[in-house]
């Protein structure tokens, strides 16, 4: 198993490092969105800073540069104006998506290199796995890219 994930982590490493150089976004920027992708929900730039280890005043200006790009959102929360709520845009969820394509398609390019055999028992085994992990069947893709 640690053969395959070493073999689909460095046939990914091109492809996701190009699509990061496209989105031309900070370090910072990208954890930020795929944060919030992650949690599907708002939160305070604060906490949002806590949960990447990143400082307040790193993080605000990473969510500035967001916010201006049309990234994200942001509005002062009803219960402190003091505090800034930051959320996904339709924008800012594509971000998330196309890295998760770059590595995608070195699952795709894996699986269209097997001979049918070995396609039909690794999908088995995939599928077993899937059946009693409701955790990790929940990132299924939904697109053609894993298709057969």
Known sequence: MFALAGYLFRAANVGTFNAIAELD???TQIKA???LEADGEERSVKALGESLGVS?????RAVDGLF????????EAAEDRRMKRVRLTAAGRKVPQALNDARLSALAE???SLGEEEAQALQHALEMILERRPDIAAYR????????
Do not use: H, I, Q, Y
């Open 141 to 148: 893709p939904t697109g053609k890219e894993t298709d057969r």
């Open 110 to 112: 894996l699986m269209g």
């Open 68 to 75: 201006e790009r049309g990234l994200v959102g942001r509005e």
């Open 56 to 60: 307040l005043p790193a993080v605000s």
């Open 33 to 35: 969105l795929c944060a």
């Open 25 to 27: 976004l900070s370090f």
